[in-house]
DNA sequence: CTGAAAGCGCTTACAG
DNA sequence: CTGAAAGCGCTTACAG
């Protein structure tokens, strides 16, 4: 491998002048620069990140976090970010390095290990949860980063996320407009993710402003007869707006099974089905993962002193 | 943060000696190893990992390659294979680096980067497609690679896999002894991969053991009224082995809207669909994506000249 | 059993 | 506008 010696020598100019020219250094003439720049194209050169990084005592890498209990859901969720980051690192020739474990002491020391040996200094987390032990280790540590979901009230900190509460609104507009719903009810799981209060509320808003009685799911994890009986106290319902594609689906699913003449409509958020399950009475908001990665990158290298709390919005489409 | 040099001053040795004593170098005293192990806790010390990958020349990093078009399926593979990786490369202190990308140039660029910058000399491929350039590229390369999944015949590496013949047997026997199937039939995609016919090849052995007649389906798409057709002309069928969790599920929703009160029993693979959707008559082939990880991590690291082209097998379970 | 020294490939304060 | 030199924190061949 080619390295700035080697392009020096060549050139018969020093090293610190072809270091300079290779990072645009005002102080070489443009002149300079480009023959500089030329002659290491010529000789394939390519920058060795381990000198660096030692000498920049920082690595050119950001850390991703991967939450420690996900739910199978969320995985294509990641894979989607994890696109988005990559692409947008790429362009800034830096790389992407994983903590990824069972459990949060393993995810805690995989994060220490990443700041103290390997000197990163960027992090991106792909969750927000409250009195999360590694974004509490973060806060305190000299690095940035940047939460995939808003911090819970009170808290502070960079984060890119989409608005649930308008998600929630336009989905349920959707099926009022463009599938003239007249009774759309609401479904959630019991567990009250903060993306599921916001969607609710958007539901909510747009139910009231057309002066229509909401009716809200709460859907459990196993009990089908619960379900059921929701749905036949609800004899009025004819779209349903779930908080995710698998509980629009199982609902879907028991509905047509209730009620194998009725139509429905669903609306479910983050285009987690294949086309093989679902049908064209299926919709789901595409909350744009892999744009929500870019954005978290672009966050990550801001001015650090004018975005100490800055967060990036995501739209969504359906 | 505490340097070897940090060390050695206060102990009174030299650099070379401590260096050494943290590599359990045997030309250093035992007791000597001891007592800096044991100052080197005291101080906490942690290794800079870009000065020694810049002095060995190689980083202390594996890159992980993701396919280019990945189904939204195998999103949830990918992540258990990441749990299982990263652990084990904690174990030895080394890093995950993902290499991900929207088309073909994207990804070899990031390889090439990987290698050529980043020094990395190993990595994990979480695919094995037949002539693609990532592979072609690290085949000529001085690096260690293992694929997820066999190559095709003829071509020859590392690489971990499933036993899929044995899969697709076991899982046919699991419908006719556990739960008295008499007729299961073999769904698979129409674009035949190769763990499909092997599973496949599984299910055709178990029948003709048990004299049987085999049925296989191609599962289309989105085509609905051909998968009802399929279903209509095979009404002695009262279980299904499809090659994935979502066909599966597919013809499972449409049996039973065929046939309300029919039993069926259904086994896919890869355990990918949550509770949610599934109830008790619906089964999975877990692959153990994990393990698979962690073994691809253990071939990496084995003696590259006896392990040229071996591979392993994880075991399945239903 | 231990040490002094060179070297890995960069960046940058200092000097001119 | 350019260069000589120090330094980042390690490892290891050479010497004793």
Redesign the interface.
């Known amino acids: 491998?080619a390295t700035i010696r080697d392009i020096a020598k060549k050139m018969g100019l020093s090293v610190s002048t072809v270091s300079r020219a290779l990072n645009d250094n005002q102080r070489i003439s443009i002149h300079t620069r480009k023959r500089v720049k030329k002659m290491a194209q010529e000789l394939g050169y390519?920058?060795?990140?381990?000198?660096r990084?030692?000498t920049n005592q920082e690595?050119n890498?950001v850390g991703?976090v991967?939450p420690v209990n996900?739910?199978?859901?969320d995985?294509?969720f990641?894979?989607g970010l994890?696109?988005g980051i990559?692409?947008e690192l790429?362009s800034k020739?830096y790389?992407?390095?994983?903590?990824?474990?069972?459990s949060t002491e393993?995810v805690l020391?995989?994060v220490k290990?990443?700041i103290?040996?390997?000197?990163i200094k960027r992090f991106i987390l792909l969750y927000s949860h409250i009195n999360d032990p590694v974004i509490e280790l973060l806060r305190k540590q000299p690095v940035t980063f940047v939460t995939i979901g808003k911090p819970a009230a009170g808290q502070k900190w960079l984060y890119v996320d989409n608005n649930n509460v308008k998600a929630g609104a336009d989905g349920t507009r959707f099926l009022m407009e463009r599938y003239h719903v007249s009774n759309p009810i609401f479904a959630e799981s019991p567990n009250g993710w903060p993306y599921e209060l916001d969607r609710r509320e958007g539901y909510l808003r747009e139910m009231s402003q057309t002066n229509r009685k909401p009716v809200i799911f709460a859907?459990p994890?196993?009990d089908?007869h619960q379900l059921d009986r929701l749905i036949k106290e609800n004899p009025q319902m004819d779209g349903v707006v779930a908080t995710d594609d698998?509980?629009g689906?199982?609902i879907y699913?028991r509905f047509?099974?209730l009620h194998?003449d009725k139509e429905i409509e669903v609306v479910g958020y983050n285009n987690?089905?294949?086309?093989?399950?679902t049908?064209q009475h299926f919709h789901s908001v595409d909350l744009h993962p892999k744009e929500m990665g870019q954005d978290a990158v672009q966050l990550l290298f801001e001015n650090q002193i004018e975005a100490r709390v800055k967060h990036t919005i995501v739209e969504h489409s359906i």
Do not use: C, W
Request: glycine share 2%; charged share 20%; hydrophobic share 35%.
């Open positions: 491998m390519q920058p060795n990140y381990n000198a990084n030692l690595a890498a991703v991967f996900n739910r199978v859901v995985n294509i990641y894979v994890l696109r990559n692409e790429t020739n790389v992407l390095s994983v903590a990824i474990g069972n393993q020391e995989n290990s990443m103290t040996r390997a000197q859907v994890d196993e089908e698998y509980t689906l199982k699913h047509k099974t194998p987690s089905l294949p086309n093989e399950l049908d």
